[in-house]
Nanobody, 121 residues
Framework: QVQLVESGGGLVQAGGSLRLSCKTSGSVLEINNMGWYRQGPGNQRELVATTTSAGSTNYADSVKGRFTISRDNAENTVSLQMNSLKPEDTAVYYC???????????????WGQGTQVTVSS
């Protein structure tokens, strides 16, 4: 059973930093894209940052220059370093992995349970 477990959320003042981590557990054959998404109060879930297995990255315009996504392919983890946080970054942050669990499986999207990030002004 594949699971994605996030950690690192919390409460921080504007201008502060947080680092989110997401570890994939269970049997995994291959992981393609990994990324972070967020859903603020009353908003739809939106892309924050993604990274391919080769290390290419993509960021939402709202976080460019402030957030950095990274992954460790050996550990099947993805992290998000968030600097210069703003109150509008407040949201539940979700980790997503596009992966294939076994050679009998197809590529599927897996999501973590979410971690709350609250930025106070």
């Amino acid at each position: 059973q594949v699971q994605l477990v996030e950690s690192g959320g919390g409460l921080v003042q504007a201008g502060g930093s947080l680092r989110l981590s997401c570890k994939t557990s269970g049997s995994v054959l291959e992981i393609n894209n990994m990324g972070w998404y967020r859903q603020g109060p009353g908003n739809q879930r939106e892309l924050v940052a993604t990274t391919t297995s080769a290390g290419s990255t993509n960021y939402a315009d709202s976080v460019k220059g402030r957030f950095t996504i990274s992954r460790d392919n050996a550990e099947n983890t993805v992290s998000l370093q968030m600097n210069s946080l703003k109150p509008e970054d407040t949201a539940v942050y979700y980790c997503k992995a596009q992966l294939r669990a076994s050679r009998w499986d197809v590529v599927r999207n897996y999501w973590g349970q979410g971690t709350q990030v609250t930025v106070s002004s």
